[in-house]
């Protein structure tokens, strides 16, 4: 059974920082690209970021660039989502989600279709 866990969230004020985590079990990672989503309420969910499990490479909304960084610990079978310099509008739900090694993943990173598995989610709150 493939488990993806979201951990980590929390209360921050804005400026601050934040690192949540994918834990995922029943699948070798390795082979599996990660992505990272978030939804606010009355939102659609929308792509964070990206790491491809071919590379390395990652992916950025334009939103997060140069604030937030994703990484990859294959030995522990974990995504991190290294979050900087938070803004109040970066509050919602952040999801993981993960699919097989998948070609063109530029081009489609962020559509929800693209992933086979999800974690439940890990509320951040970006508030003074």
């Known amino acids: 059974q493939v488990q993806l866990v979201e951990s980590g969230g929390g209360l921050v004020q804005p400026g601050g920082s934040l690192r949540v985590s994918c834990t995922v079990s029943?699948?070798?990672?390795?082979?599996?690209?990660i992505g990272w989503f978030r939804q606010a309420p009355g939102k659609e969910r929308e792509g964070v970021s990206c790491?491809?499990?071919?590379?390395?490479?990652?992916y950025y909304t334009d939103s997060v660039k140069g604030r937030f960084t994703i990484s990859r610990d294959n030995a522990k079978s974990t995504v991190f989502l290294q979050m900087n310099s938070l803004k109040p509008e970066d509050t919602a739900a952040y999801y993981c989600?993960?699919?097989?090694?998948?070609?063109?993943?530029?081009?489609?990173?962020?559509?929800?279709?693209?992933?086979?598995?999800w974690g439940q989610g890990t509320q951040v709150t970006v508030s003074s």
């Open positions: 989600a993960a699919v097989f090694r998948t070609s063109r993943l530029f081009d489609k990173w962020a559509l929800r279709s693209t992933y086979a598995y």
């Open positions: 029943g699948i070798i990672v390795d082979y599996y690209d």
């Open positions: 790491i491809s499990s071919l590379d390395g490479s990652t």
